[in-house]
């Protein structure tokens, strides 16, 4: 099972862009525009990609643009969709119009399947798909601490957790175990059954929970605001283990990779990348970034792909785009590019290359040197979407604050100038 934290998983299912060609021996791209389209009423930011289409919210309903040609495939007009309650599941479209229902729609044609009521469900935020005994589950989570779990044959309610308390929730899950935290209060769930296996009170503040190897972690804020405070938990009994006081803010964004957990603090208005190693949560190594125009969470892309193993491509909001190596936060290249000014997106990864946003650009590099392939320029303003969609096929989406359309491209990129042969042929 996959998780993705603070996005729809469903998103990035076909981020990861598959090159026809050996990446090592491309040295230049150039770019072909496959089609274009603009609307007013596209909320670009709330787009989800699947295999064939993008569903794309609108203030009336749902668009499903078509990846080939651009055209609208089907459309969905019945009021206004959540912000951020849209998802995509196997044969299934998952809407929620209103407190305590959602709509699941045929995914081919748009048409109506089910209504399904679900009391005390606020805001659906995120939906994960759950495979046991030969049978699929749909888990939904709701951000007021509502969970339930719906069977994806027979579309029936398995269980629902209503929460009880106040106050936003956050979500771990792995296996078949689910972690809640909300207000003061943290629950482990067991997601086949709907069973809470236990229930801890938390300290205030607690605003992240994460699983990392057996441990729950709890991240909160210290008795000052630039501390942030690590707490591991035991999975099994939710003992308090570890505790570890980290100097800065936590900007939101963290990472595991093999045993490490990174997180980003903000320190003296610095981003810091700090890594705690293993179950006992030791400081390893720390890497200090470059000073950003505002409190921004940085984006962290795993270079599984390059040549290189354990690389992490870091993205902060501002000219900074550096590639550490995972075990001991070596640099392996830096390079600086136009000032994002926002929230970076994470990059997309073939192998060896990786695509970035910048300030206005798309940019190519590859991923063991930082080399600058290609840049791509075709920006009114600043982009707000960037999905990958087959071969090195790449969806890119702007918002227009001027005049209200937002702009969809579909750009493929080809290789103006790569080796016919690789050493290995030429033996």
Known sequence: MHHTSSLHASSHVFSKLHSPWPMESIHAFRTECVWTRSDTDHRLHEAVLTSSQLLIPTE??????????????????????????????????????????????????????????????????????????????????????????????????????????????HYALRDRTLVVLQGNHLSRIDLFTGKILWTKQTPRLARSVLLHLNRVIILHTGSQWAQTIVRGLDLDTGELKEEVTLDGHHLGTSLIVNDDLWLVVERYQQPVIETLRGEQLQPAWLKTLYPQPRPMSPSLTVLSSCPREGLVLVQTGSEEVVTLQACDGKTIWRTEQQPLMRVPLKALVTDGVCFGLGGESLDIRRADSGRLLHRYTEFIDEPCLMFGCGALDVLLGEHSPDDGSSTLWKVRYLPALRTAYTRSERR
């Not at 109506?112 to 888990?139: G, Y």
Request: glycine residues 10%; proline residues 1%.
């Open 60 to 169: 009336h309903g749902i668009t499903s643009v078509d990846l080939s040609n651009g055209h609208t495939r089907w459309q969905w007009n019945e009021n206004h969709v959540r912000r951020g309650a849209l998802w995509e599941h196997d044969h299934y479209v998952i809407v929620q119009q209103a407190w305590g229902m959602v709509v699941l729609l045929h995914k081919d044609t748009g048409k109506l399947i089910k209504r399904i009521e679900l009391p005390h469900l606020h805001r659906v935020i995120e939906v994960h798909t759950m495979s046991a005994k030969n049978q699929e589950f749909i888990l939904l989570l709701g951000e007021r601490g509502v969970a339930a779990l719906l069977n994806s044959t027979s579309l029936q309610l398995e269980w629902i957790h209503q929460g009880g308390v106040r106050g936003l929730a």
